[in-house]
């Protein structure tokens, strides 16, 4: 059913949800659009609404090639809404899902693209603060580049930051996606250029591996590992490769490439990896780790421990998206004294296809099998011992001689 946002448009299909809203595809006075269409209780917010005004002219100045410009801002009644250009496409969380990892030529050349477009928006002073699958759209109509990617744009520029307003999230509050947040984050620092460098690094690992390197179980536990874990190296990609990824996962912000150093550093390296296959490795077993909760509470109910990633709202008190990924998080700041603790074992470690992960589920069970063979052993080792012992003792008892004094039948210990 179509239904009218603003004076000028109209929207007719819904493309897609997420936590901040639904996206429709639209018709305005220059052809088809993509409106975003924010949810009505953020609507009602008058203080987001003001800051919503307020980054208009940032948001409608963003031109680049690799970036879904902005073209309209509109708030109308209970509407709150971003009017975008129409990108013929998928998200790459679409394209992750189906197959699972990229090749390697291909993630580096969609990541390549990403950090141009974040060169851009950080040349302008804007920082995205929530790169993530969701919010990368391929576009299906556009030339193949190395490994036959798609150009790559990135999306919803603006949103976390419209969210993020000081009524919703005081200094003690973290908004984002966890598996994406970068450390200084988790800290309570505020956001620079540099979280977009993190979260995209975060982006290529998962690209290339399948997983991110830090996720996985409670978001408590998620938001732990990125400040205290080293993040594990993936076997099979060129050392180049690697090391770009390791500095800008690097803890402190300051050692993390800006955008356009990124963007071509990663195209200087298409041409050795062009065939490479995707990575042969599992995905490590995704378990809720119990005591995790101890280190940051989200705000809102959480039903159970076992939490899937990205299945907390945006707002306290909100349903999940549909999209179990395209979700962000309102949580509190962990106490120095928490994340000084570390997380419970170990990164998200790549292991050899088939083998468990240490302190996984099946590892643990493997374990507790063992022990219960070892259990039985000794039981069976400790009888035969008692029956020999007996038999022995009734001998002699049945020949008739003496017992012997063991206390000297050994040199005694000094």
Known sequence: MARKIG????????????????????????GPVAVKLLREDLASDQELVGRFVQERTALLGLEHPNVVSVRDLVVDGNDLALVMDLVRGTDLRTRLDREKRLAPEAAVAIVADVADGLAAAHAAGVVHR????ENV???????????????????????????DSPKRTRATKI?????????????GLPPRASVDIYALATVLYELLAGFTPFGGGHPGAVLRRHVTETVVPLPGIPDELWQL????????PASR???????????????????MPPLDVDEPDTEAEEDAGEAAVPSGPVA??????????????????????DTHTSMRVPAPDELAGGARGTARAPRATGAPRPGSARNRAAARRR????????????AAVGMGAWAATAGDDGGGSAPQDTKNSAPSSP
């Open 304 to 325: 159970s421990s076992r939490v899937r990633r990205g299945a907390v709202p945006l707002v306290p008190g909100a349903k999940p998206a549909d999209s179990n990924r």
């Open 175 to 187: 908004i984002g996606t966890p598996d994406y947040l970068a450390p200084e984050i988790v800290e």
């Open 245 to 252: 990824v390791v500095q800008c996962l690097a803890k402190a």
């Open 257 to 275: 490439l800006r955008a356009s150093e990124l963007g071509a550093r990663l195209r200087e390296l298409l041409p050795m990896l062009a065939g």
């Open 371 to 382: 022990r219960v063979v070892l259990g039985v052993g000794a039981v069976v080792l400790a």
């Open 130 to 133: 929530d790169v993530k699958p």
């Open 7 to 30: 004076s000028r448009y109209t929207a007719h299909q819904i493309l897609g949800r997420g936590s901040a809203g639904t996206v429709w595809l639209g018709e305005g006075p220059e």
């Open 137 to 163: 759209l391929l576009d299906m109509q556009g030339p193949l580049g190395p490994g036959g990617a798609h150009p790559a744009l990135l999306t919803d520029f603006g949103v976390a930051k419209l969210i």
